[in-house]
């Protein structure tokens, strides 16, 4: 007679047990659902709309024609370029220049004594909000305050020696430039964590079989570290699209002088917050377009990262201990 009871007393004992459960997931599942889906979902339904009027893709077709996304003009003539290439222009500066450098200066402070004080000035620009920093750039390549300018003055290039804010041809380019440093902090610290899973052991093997350091760095420390470059390249991507703060920060809303400087995210706000009257069904369609880049960049890059072939272990011990100067 007990045995039924127990199998009858054990589902609902489990159901108890799953609703006990779920009752600590239910307020963040509730902020989930009203902060993060409601939101996005209510901006895709907007972008499909004009007024009250279902366009479909009327409104993403009316940005891409729009010169202020795409102009073609630019292309051959000079900025304004346009935002879509605005934004492609800050991943292909930007991205490799703070990569690069924050590798660079990971590797050299590995053995440095003091390294953690030295990195903790390098990552000032991350904790330092993007506006103020827009506003510290704009100051820095405006003449005649700004010592950029000054700067290629006092090495006889007149040429550079301008108000960089007021010229198209050099604000976008200053911008990305000069906020490589805000970046750079994070590929550093990055890279400094990366380095220190890689066993020292690798390092004294090859060192000890005659390898350079030029060697060392090509064939055990840059495979290893490719995991933390493919995180880095993502975190760096995602920025870099949604870039906004550092843009308003220097110039203004309309992204510096006949637009030179305007991206995406500056387009999107000029239409929901700048606008008369505000187009916001222009701003959900751009929006929805970051939204569609930033999620396609983030799982081919994430793909790649779950499914790669990383270097093995011994590999790379069999790179170190093979690995001669002058091979």
Wanted: glycine share 10%; net charge positive.
């Amino acid at each position: 007679m007990g045995a039924p009871n127990r199998a009858r007393s054990g589902p609902a004992l489990s159901f108890r047990r799953l609703a006990e459960r779920s009752t600590f997931f239910m307020p963040a599942a509730i902020l989930l659902l009203l902060l993060v889906f409601y939101p996005i979902a209510t901006t895709i339904i907007l972008s499909f709309f004009s007024g009250s009027s279902f366009v479909g893709l009327g409104n993403y077709g009316a940005i891409l024609q729009d010169p202020a996304t795409l102009n073609p003009n630019g292309l051959s003539g000079g900025p304004p370029y346009g935002t879509l290439v605005n934004n492609l222009l800050w991943i292909v500066i930007h991205l490799p220049l703070s990569l690069f450098t924050g590798l660079v200066l990971a590797v050299l402070l590995q053995r440095v004594r003091g390294a953690s004080i030295i990195k903790s000035f390098i990552f000032l620009g991350m904790v330092t909000p993007l506006i103020v920093i827009g506003v510290l750039l704009g100051f820095t390549i405006e003449a005649p305050v700004g010592f950029v300018p000054a700067f290629f003055g006092s090495i006889g290039l007149p040429s550079l020696d301008v108000n960089w804010i007021a010229h198209p041809t050099t604000l976008l380019f200053g911008l990305i430039l000069g906020s490589v440093w805000s970046w750079t902090g994070f590929s550093t610290i990055i890279y400094s964590a990366g380095l220190t899973t890689i066993p020292k052991d690798y390092f004294e093997a090859a060192r000890v079989d005659g390898a350079s350091e030029w060697h060392i760095f090509t064939r055990i420390t840059w495979p290893l570290l490719r995991p933390v470059t493919l995180v880095i390249v993502t975190m760096s991507l995602l920025w870099e699209l949604k870039l906004f703060d550092i843009i308003l920060g220097a110039t203004n809303a309309g992204g510096g002088v006949g637009g030179a400087a305007d991206v995406l995210a500056l387009q999107m706000y000029r239409y929901a917050f700048v606008a008369l009257p505000p187009e916001a069904n222009k701003a959900a369609a751009v929006a929805c377009m970051l939204l569609l880049f930033t999620t396609l960049v983030a799982g081919f890059l994430f793909r790649r990262l779950l499914t790669g072939d990383a270097p093995k272990p011994r590999a790379a011990r069999r790179l170190a201990t093979s690995t001669r100067a002058g091979e």
